[in-house]
């Protein structure tokens, strides 16, 4: 069993930075991918960005050039850091770990105040 805890959400206003963390513990393979997605009410989870062991990214094309991810595979630990926010980048913001089995954390809410 994997667990996966996120922090780091908040309220900001738009143009402030966030960087959000998620803490992977449990039976952890070596190779997999982790990554956020987000979601709001009435929509479905959206991709944010992925990240593999090897540090290859992934993000979508609305937080390119404003959110960077990044991991510390020492300490199963990635991170996204979120500058220049946006209003439409309020969601709950959910980390996840792709592997042998798929897991997700609960979840840290993003508010960004225009």
């Known amino acids: 069993q994997v667990q996966l805890v996120e922090s780091g959400g908040g309220l900001v206003q738009a143009g402030d930075s966030l960087r959000l963390s998620c803490a992977a513990s449990?039976?952890?393979?070596?190779?997999?991918?982790m990554g956020w997605y987000r979601q709001v009410p009435g929509k479905q989870r959206e991709l944010v960005s992925t990240?593999?062991?090897?540090?290859?990214?992934n993000y979508a094309d609305s937080v390119k050039g404003r959110f960077t991810i990044s991991r510390d595979n020492a300490k199963n630990t990635i991170y996204l850091q979120m500058n220049s926010l946006k209003p439409e980048d309020s969601a709950v913001y959910y980390c996840?770990?792709?592997?042998?089995?798929?897991?997700w954390g609960q979840g840290t809410q993003v508010t960004v105040s225009s």
């Open positions: 996840a770990l792709f592997g042998p089995r798929n897991y």
């Open positions: 449990g039976r952890i393979f070596g190779n997999n991918t």
């Open positions: 990240i593999t062991t090897s540090g290859s990214t």
